[in-house]
């Protein structure tokens, strides 16, 4: 059975964004979204030979996965508006020590003392290098690409033939019409015909291409 394309039951966003609103429970920007999926899967055919099936399990996987996507971008832009010397800040450690108790404190507690005696505070800050590199790390591009892979196993794998590429003929290139072979250039009237290597040369570029979703 021959389903139909992404773009072919979503034409539009408006018809997208109806079934957006049908069956989606989070709130999120549909242009954005609508982009991503057709950018990536706009002539994929559906696996599903139940369309409703179809628009359903996108929309929960929509909802399942998305907002990790924008809750993640949100963090992202925290961080490149983040200063280097924000970023360079470790973290505080602080160390206090208790005395003077009360009497109701036993040694086994879990809580802390009720007065101190002594507090210890020590600062860490990163190095520029060390700085540098941790913000490449959470910086690092791909979650809208994982995003999309969550979707690989709804769409058939599609291909197409590529064109044929015209080739001169090999009597532009030798006058005798026969390529010498690379092994024993020496040996007279020794290679192949100009028939065979098109042949060769054919079969090669009208070989199938994969494309779409592997």
Same mark, same amino acid.
């Given at each position: 059975? $021959?389903?139909? =394309?992404?773009?072919? /039951? %979503?034409?539009?966003?408006?018809?997208? *964004? /109806? *079934?957006?609103?049908? $069956? @989606? #429970?989070?709130? %999120?920007?549909? =242009?954005? $979204? +609508?982009?991503?999926? #057709? !950018?990536?899967? !706009?002539? @994929?055919?559906?696996? +599903? @030979?139940?369309?409703?099936?179809?628009?359903?399990?996108?929309? #929960?996987? /929509?909802?399942?996965? %998305?907002?990790?996507?924008?809750?993640?971008?949100?963090?992202?832009?925290? $961080?490149?508006? #983040?200063?280097?010397?924000?970023?360079?800040?470790? !973290?505080?450690?602080?160390?206090?020590? !208790?005395?003077?108790?009360?009497?109701?404190t036993r040694t086994d507690a879990d809580t802390g003392a009720t007065q101190l005696a002594g507090q210890v505070v020590s600062k860490s800050k990163y190095g520029k290098l060390k700085t540098a590199a941790g913000r490449i790390e959470l910086l690092s591009a791909g979650v809208e690409n994982a995003f999309l892979n969550r979707f690989s196993n709804m769409f058939r794998a599609t291909g197409y033939y590529k064109e044929t590429v015209p080739l001169p003929t090999l009597e532009q290139l030798s006058s005798d019409g026969v390529i010498q072979t690379v092994g024993n250039p020496t040996t007279p009237n020794a290679g192949i015909t100009e028939a065979q290597v098109r042949a060769i040369v054919i079969e090669m570029l009208e070989g199938y291409v994969k494309g779409g979703v592997v």
């Open positions: 059975m $021959l389903t139909r =394309k992404l773009c072919e /039951i %979503y034409p539009s966003i408006e018809e997208f *964004d /109806i *079934d957006k609103v049908e $069956l @989606s #429970m989070e709130e %999120y920007d549909t =242009k954005r $979204l +609508y982009r991503l999926l #057709m !950018g990536r899967y !706009g002539t @994929s055919r559906t696996r +599903y @030979s139940n369309e409703d099936q179809f628009r359903m399990e996108l929309f #929960m996987r /929509i909802d399942t996965f %998305y907002p990790t996507v924008l809750a993640t971008l949100a963090e992202q832009k925290k $961080l490149r508006e #983040m200063t280097d010397d924000e970023l360079a800040q470790a !973290g505080n450690n602080v160390v206090n020590t !208790g005395a003077h108790n009360t009497g109701t």
